[in-house]
C-alpha cells in the first residue's frame, strides 16, 4: 500500500467529489481550481468542504471559506494541512 | 417492491417493503439521510434494499415525515417526529418479521438509527451504519454552508454570509431557507443538540461502513476513536472500509457496488457466528 501525502488524498477528495476522473489525475498544485473547473460551483464547494472535513477529521470554520484557499490545488492542500496540524 | 402509506391524510407515510427472497433471515428498517443527501443517495438506498432483500432480508423505507412522498413539509419536519416514524415503520416489520431488528442508517441517518437505538423497547440485531456523519453540528454546518457558499462566491450578495450569522438567526426562532429547504430552528436545533457519535453507544453491535476513494487512503480519523470509544463501554463496533465513491456528496447521482457487497459480507460473517 502507498502512502499517499497530503497533496495526494486532497487530489484524490476533489476528484471524488467532483467525478473528475482521469482528467482529475493530471492536476497539479499549480492547477487552478476555483473558476477553471466548471464543476467547482457554490454547492460543489459545499461537498468538497464537507469532504475534507472528515476525510481528514478536521473543522472549517466560516473565516477558512475565502476564494484564495479554493485558487489552487496546492493553496487547498496547504490549507488543510495547516488544519491537520492544528 | 411494494409501496404502501401507513397512516392516512395529513399522518400518511409512504413506505417501499422489499420482499425477502427465500428464507427470511430478518428485519432490516432504513433511516435515510438528511435534506439533498436524501435526494443524492435514492439509487444507491434503493440498490442496498434490494440488494438486503435478495439476501433474505425484509426491508422496509419509511419517508420521514415532511420528506419524500409522505404527508408535511419539511419546515414541520420535527427530530422526534422522525423517531415516531421508525418506531411505526419497526412495528409494522415486527408484526410481520418474526426476528431482531436491524436498523441501516445513511449519513446522519445513521445518527438517526444510534440515536433511535438508545430507545428501542425490542430486540435490536447489530446496525449497519453507512458512512455516517461527523456529528449532529457538524452536519448542520455543512447543510448551513449551502446557504453562505453562494455568498462566497458572490453570487448571492444578500444572503447573510455567516453560518454563525444564520445559527444566530435560527436561535432567534427564524425559519431558514436553505437552498430550497425551510429549516426550522426546532429541527436545526436537534440536530444541532445531538450527542457525539461516542455517546450514542447501542444496546448492541454496529457495523460501521467507509468509502474511499482509492485504495491507498487511510480511513477517517472517526471510526477509530468510535470503536475505541464504544468498545471501552463494551459494545463492538466493527469498521468496514471500500473503494468506491463517495455518493452522498457527488454532484451527480453515484453509486459504491463494493459497500453493497461488504453490507451483505457483514451480515453473513454475522450468520456464521450465530
Not at chain 2, 444507491?44 to 435478495?54: C, I, Q
Not at chain 2, 415525515?65 to 422526534?80: E, L, N, P
Request: hydrophobic letters at 45%; charged letters at 20%.
Amino acid at each position: 500500500m502507498t502512502i499517499m501525502t497530503n497533496l495526494d488524498e486532497v487530489k484524490a477528495t476533489l476528484i471524488d467529489v467532483l467525478s473528475l476522473g482521469d482528467a482529475g489525475q493530471r492536476l497539479n498544485a499549480d492547477s487552478p481550481l476555483l473558476g477553471s473547473l466548471p464543476e467547482l460551483d457554490s454547492m460543489a464547494v459545499v461537498s468538497l468542504i464537507g469532504a475534507l472535513e472528515e476525510r481528514f477529521g478536521i473543522a472549517v470554520d466560516d473565516d477558512d471559506i475565502s476564494a484564495s484557499t479554493f485558487e489552487t490545488l496546492g493553496s487547498l492542500a496547504d490549507f488543510v494541512a495547516a488544519k491537520r496540524a492544528a | 417492491m411494494e409501496p404502501f402509506f401507513l397512516g392516512s391524510g395529513a399522518d400518511q407515510r409512504f413506505c417501499l417493503f422489499h420482499r425477502p427472497a427465500g428464507r427470511c433471515r430478518g428485519a432490516v428498517l432504513y433511516v435515510p439521510p438528511f435534506a439533498e443527501e436524501l435526494n443524492r443517495t435514492r439509487r444507491m438506498a434503493a440498490l442496498g434494499a434490494r440488494r438486503l432483500a435478495a439476501h433474505g432480508y425484509g426491508v422496509l423505507q419509511i419517508d420521514l415525515y415532511g420528506t419524500g412522498d409522505s404527508a408535511g413539509d419539511f419546515g414541520a419536519a420535527r427530530w422526534d417526529l422522525w423517531k415516531q416514524d421508525l418506531d411505526t415503520g419497526a412495528a409494522w416489520l415486527r408484526a410481520r418479521i418474526d426476528a431482531p431488528l436491524t436498523l441501516w442508517g445513511l449519513r446522519l441517518g445513521a445518527l438517526l438509527a444510534l440515536d433511535y437505538a438508545r430507545t428501542a423497547t425490542y430486540p435490536l440485531a447489530p446496525l449497519l451504519l453507512w458512512q455516517p456523519v461527523a456529528g449532529g453540528s457538524t452536519h448542520l454546518t455543512q447543510f448551513l454552508r449551502l446557504r453562505t457558499a453562494h455568498a462566497m462566491l458572490g453570487e448571492d450578495a444578500a444572503a447573510q454570509n455567516s453560518t454563525k450569522a444564520l445559527r444566530a438567526a435560527l436561535d432567534a426562532g427564524q425559519t431558514l431557507d436553505i437552498a430550497g429547504y425551510d429549516l426550522d430552528p426546532e429541527l436545526a436545533r436537534a440536530i444541532d443538540a445531538l450527542p457525539a457519535p461516542d455517546a450514542l453507544v447501542p444496546p448492541v453491535p454496529a457495523h460501521w461502513f467507509e468509502v474511499l476513494g482509492a485504495p491507498g487512503q487511510a480511513p477517517g480519523p472517526a471510526a477509530a476513536r468510535l470503536k475505541a470509544a464504544w468498545e471501552a463501554r463494551g459494545t463492538p463496533l466493527h469498521v468496514h472500509t471500500v473503494t468506491g465513491s463517495p455518493f452522498w456528496a457527488t454532484t451527480a447521482v453515484s453509486t459504491c457496488p463494493l459497500l453493497l457487497d461488504a453490507t451483505v459480507d457483514a451480515l453473513e460473517e454475522r450468520a456464521h457466528a450465530v
